[in-house]
């Protein structure tokens, strides 16, 4: 595709439930990387991803969180039990791989747990 | 661990007119990359400017220049003739070069406002 794409752009959810964000990078690109960014802050690391592997995944905050990407291109973020905390907007983003290589960002997914 | 700081939660800017958004960081790293990213309300987050820490000159695209001050930590951004399409949530962020993988740390962000 022309861009990195999220879907939904929006996902309304009750407290207890159980959640999976999408991700479909550019293609061809190796490296995919998951942000949170609450509410007037600057997006907070959660994961990266080089191919299939999970590279690091010190940002995740618990092990509510899992992400995952089978096929080294399209990756899904889940969120166990999810909890009003974990309201944010959930900005994927990929890039060539290469040393401090510009990341191309997805328009995000708003999630809201009422 | 490296932190960013954005001090100014907010500026404005009249049309036309140059406007400077600052930034300090803290690293003890010496091989590093900083950038500058716009937010528009449509949450997509744009590259403006990147500079690499062993650079001595100022990154410069178009409008867009940055002042990379290495020894005092500050990495302002320089934004000239101001449009109202500049109008947006900037972020700083710092990469380490010694990794091979990017993970960025954000700043704040500075909600910039351009009057026509």
């Known amino acids: 595709g022309a861009g990195v794409s999220q879907t939904p752009s929006n996902k309304v959810t009750e407290k207890g439930k159980y959640v999976e964000l999408r991700c479909d990078p550019i293609?061809?690109?190796?490296?995919l990387y998951w942000y949170r960014q609450s509410l007037g802050q600057g997006p907070e690391f959660l994961i990266y991803f080089q191919g299939t592997g999970a590279a690091d995944d010190s940002g995740l905050p618990n092990d509510r969180f899992f992400a995952v990407r089978p096929e080294g291109s399209v990756s899904t973020l889940k969120i166990q039990r999810t909890e009003r905390g974990d309201s944010a907007v959930y900005l994927c983003a990929s890039s060539s791989g290469l040393v401090a290589s510009e990341q191309f960002f997805g328009p995000g997914t708003r999630l809201t747990v009422l | 661990a490296q932190t960013v700081t954005q001090s100014q939660p907010e500026m404005s800017v009249q049309e036309a007119e140059t406007v400077t958004l600052s930034c300090t960081y803290d690293t003890s790293e010496s091989d590093y990359y900083l950038f500058w990213y716009k937010q528009p309300p449509s949450r997509q987050m744009i590259l403006v400017i990147r500079?690499?820490?062993?650079?001595?000159q100022n990154a410069t695209e178009n409008r867009f220049s940055v002042n990379f001050q290495k020894a005092a930590k500050s990495f302002s951004l320089k934004i000239s003739d101001s449009q109202l399409g500049d109008a947006a949530m900037y972020f700083c962020a710092y990469t380490s070069g010694g990794t091979s993988y990017g993970k960025l740390t954000f700043g704040q962000g500075t909600i910039l406002t351009v009057h026509p």
């Open positions: 293609s061809g690109h190796t490296a």
């Open positions: 500079q690499e820490a062993y650079k001595q």
